[in-house]
């Protein structure tokens, strides 16, 4: 890597964190530019905060059920961010709709185990995006890494990476190739990113050379 500081980032997941894993190994190894300060869980049993604080990172559980609406929760996630002094919010299986506030806009990535648009949406993660897919008789799955909005799976793409889709792939075989191609996937975007090569135009990312 370059000798630019590492970017403070932090992870948003909800669940066994296998992107968590790839992230923090990636970056204790010095192949990513970023340093992470901490970990958001949705669920305190996730295998993922408990990874997290095995690795002595900060971990702050924050669940849904326990704030009186969306804006409030929303109001949580970014305030304990603000604390972290995070400049990179990396999604990885965030199971709830974040509004992210103005000073973190542009600042929020997500992977999707899909081509998005397609597959996408509330309810669509994990393993009912790849039933979803083999159920359409595609012929091309693959993943996207995207800036976060207020919408689920619907910000602008920075890039995506393709697998096929065989005839005899069930949603775990499927799932295996596509997550070999987050794995470079997440990655690239993240340092791209750092070298602020990305530049939002409307519902589009311009990769600056």
Same mark, same amino acid.
């Given at each position: 890597?370059? !000798? ?45 905060? /408990?990874?997290?604080?095995?690795? !002595? ?14 804006? $409030?929760?929303?109001? $949580? ?15 990885? !299986? ?36 790849? /039933? ?18 207020? /919408? ?13 889709? $065989? ?34 135009? !409307? ?7």
């Amino acid at each position: 890597m370059s !000798g630019a500081a590492p970017l403070r980032a932090a992870v948003l997941l909800s669940g066994t964190g296998r992107t968590f894993d790839h992230l923090l190994a990636e970056s204790r190894a010095r192949r990513l530019p970023i340093t992470l300060a901490g970990v958001v869980s949705s669920r305190g049993g996730a295998r993922g905060a /408990e990874r997290a604080r095995a690795e !002595g990172l900060e971990c702050a559980v924050l669940r849904r059920r326990d704030f009186d609406s969306p804006a $409030a929760y929303g109001d $949580a996630i970014a305030a304990r961010l603000r604390g972290w002094r995070v400049e990179l919010v990396l999604m990885a !299986g965030f199971l709830h709709l974040w509004t992210i506030p103005a000073d973190f806009a542009g600042r929020v990535m997500n992977i999707h185990p899909a081509l998005l648009p397609a597959f996408g949406g509330a309810g669509m993660h994990g393993a009912h995006v790849h /039933e979803a897919v083999i159920a359409s008789g595609v012929r091309w799955s693959g993943c996207t890494v995207h800036f976060a909005d207020n /919408e689920y799976d619907r910000g602008p793409i920075i890039l995506q990476r393709t697998v096929p889709v $065989a005839f005899e792939d069930t949603p775990e075989t499927l799932a295996q190739r596509v997550f070999a191609e987050e794995c470079a996937a997440y990655p690239e975007a993240i340092r791209l990113f750092a070298a602020s090569r990305l530049e939002i135009v !409307g519902r589009r990312v311009r990769v600056r050379p």
